[in-house]
């Protein structure tokens, strides 16, 4: 119904960026983002009061209200921003494959920047596996970010995970409304929902 969702610190570049076709990466980014605030409570860590979110953006073109007199382009604390002081700014190639120009426009207006990059922040308490998972999983570009299926499977999670222990749904749930030409509203979006659940619990 909307494409102002996720929290802004946990808040991928696509929909940052208003991307139409956003898929699952888009959680994927988020939990990075948590995986790189947990990985902070790790022996060599930062202190308990210099811990905090990695990308800890104050306002979000265009989803958040412009600051007066400020460039939304050069604002510091505007959410992409602080994600390219990080990561460093994208490619061409990938602003390319944005789907509107506004976005194009947004993400080439960064200032051009290398990024202090994930290592800087985390390599000198974290191994060399688990970097690795959150550099993956905090890829700029959806097309590069690693697959939840890839990311249990990452050599990181070799030591905690029990397969035999994980359950799968059967198939992915299939929503009506989606097929439909034109949005549904509130309530017919919720009517959906009921009827979904009442199928999946019977009568």
Known sequence: MT?????????????????????EAI???SA??????????????PRLEDRGPLFPGSQCYPLSPRVRGESVYSSER?????ICKVLGTPSDAVAGRLDS???????QSLTPREGEGLASHFAHYVDENALNLLQRMLSFDPQDR????????HPCLEDVRDPAR??????????RF???????????????YLDLLQRIQGP
């Open 3 to 23: 494409r102002h969702v996720v929290t802004r610190w946990y808040r991928a570049p696509e929909v940052i960026l208003l991307q139409r076709g956003y898929t």
């Open 101 to 107: 120009e506004d976005a194009r426009h947004y993400l």
């Open 32 to 45: 990075g983002c948590i995986l790189a605030q947990l990985f902070q409570m790790m022996p060599g860590g």
């Open 27 to 29: 959680d994927v980014w």
């Open 166 to 175: 994980e359950t799968v749904a059967p198939a992915r749930l299939a929503f």
């Open 146 to 153: 690693i697959t939840v299926d890839e990311a249990l499977a």
């Open 78 to 82: 505007d959410q992409l921003n602080v």
């Open 178 to 192: 989606e097929d439909e030409i034109l949005s549904p509203g509130e309530e017919e979006l919720e009517q959906h």
